[in-house]
């Protein structure tokens, strides 16, 4: 394939797929827009690759990009980081500190892993979101920002949102302009100009590939996306040393399993809120162990009829214990973030 015509090069985006082609369009009209985008997508698939494209490209590129993540801190920190504190806010606040709303006041604000966000975090994004002002803890002062939002998340915000953990007002706060990423293993065929990418950012543009690499590396389902193809790239030439990266220094990693408990017997007692029936029990079993399901694939299971099979589906993502993802006939359904708390409880 040949990769589609956009306005801008965007060279860090790597690959020509189809799969890519809309994400790429989408992402020349976000460049030409103010709007606050989301961008959807498993970890590891260039979410916030997408969001320095909207910044570097977009009105606001001579404004700072400022990177935050919702996980990467616990509440009260990830409060302060955002919206600042007055010296003597809390014990150890020596000093004042700006937030990341203030300091990306005139660019960007990238927002990632934004389903980890707590509630009131998710109130006050709101606030400010609304009203363009933010007041840093312990002070009173409240400060005008001119920021664009870029947030990201690898869950299905919407399905959080009817299992009642995101806010809605929020979730349409920030879904004005939504790019969605396929993983990884959805383009396989973007893995060559992804692999010649990476080679060349370690400065190994010309190091030789043996026959047999190429083969290995398109034959796995690359569970962490580009992530996890950059850090086999890298082991392999670790291993490799100065000659051909050969098949035997391509390792690849087994998907990383959360264990849970084991499913409760039907009727049984337990400390989580989801009432599930035997089929719907049966699914989770298969997709702890197989990751993903297909509508139609679980209709021809339980031999029931689409209809059927898309309410049972539909039930569960309402409940928080599957995500969709896709659309149409290629929708697939996973275990959402935590789903393991809403069935056993925490």
């Known amino acids: 394939h040949e990769r589609p015509e956009t306005r801008h090069p965007y060279s860090e985006i790597v690959g020509k797929s189809r799969k890519i082609a809309e994400p790429l369009r989408l992402l ?54 955002l919206f600042g504190h007055a010296a003597g806010a809390f014990t150890g606040a020596v000093r004042a500190h700006t937030g990341a709303f203030e300091r990306a006041s005139g660019g960007v604000l990238f927002l990632d892993e934004l389903q980890d966000a707590s509630p009131k975090l998710q109130a006050d994004l709101l606030r400010v979101l609304e009203t363009g002002e933010v007041r840093p803890l312990g002070g009173h002062e409240v400060r005008k920002v001119d920021v664009r939002v870029v947030a990201a998340s690898n869950a299905d915000l919407a399905a959080l949102v009817t299992a009642g953990s995101f806010r809605e007002d929020l979730y349409y706060r920030v879904n004005v302009f939504t790019i969605a990423l396929p993983p990884l293993r959805e383009r396989l065929d973007d893995i060559p100009d992804l692999v010649a990418h990476l080679l060349a950012r370690a400065g190994q543009a010309d190091r030789v590939l043996a026959p047999g690499v190429m083969e290995r590396l398109l034959a796995d389902p690359w569970s962490g996306n580009v992530r996890a193809l950059k850090n086999c790239i890298d082991r392999a030439l670790a291993l490799a040393g100065p000659g051909p990266i050969r098949p035997e220094h391509v390792v690849l990693e087994a998907p990383l399993r959360r264990e849970a408990p084991p499913l409760p017997e039907r009727g049984s007692v337990y400390a989580g809120s989801v009432e599930l029936n035997d089929s719907q029990l049966a699914l989770i079993d298969r997709l702890r162990a197989e990751g993903e399901i297909r509508n139609a694939d679980y209709a021809e299971h339980e031999r029931v009829s689409n209809l059927t099979a898309w309410r049972d589906l539909s039930e569960l993502v309402a409940k928080g214990v599957l995500v969709r993802v896709g659309r149409g006939k290629k929708t697939t359904y996973r275990l959402a973030p935590g789903w393991e708390a809403r069935i056993f409880g925490s």
């Open 28 to 81: 020349d009209r976000a460049v030409e827009t103010t709007a606050t985008v989301l961008v959807l997508g498993e970890s590891g698939t260039g979410k916030e690759l997408v969001a320095r494209a909207i910044h570097s490209h977009g009105a606001r590129s001579a404004g700072p990009f400022v990177p935050l993540s919702c996980a990467a801190l616990t509440d009260s920190l990830l409060e302060s980081e």
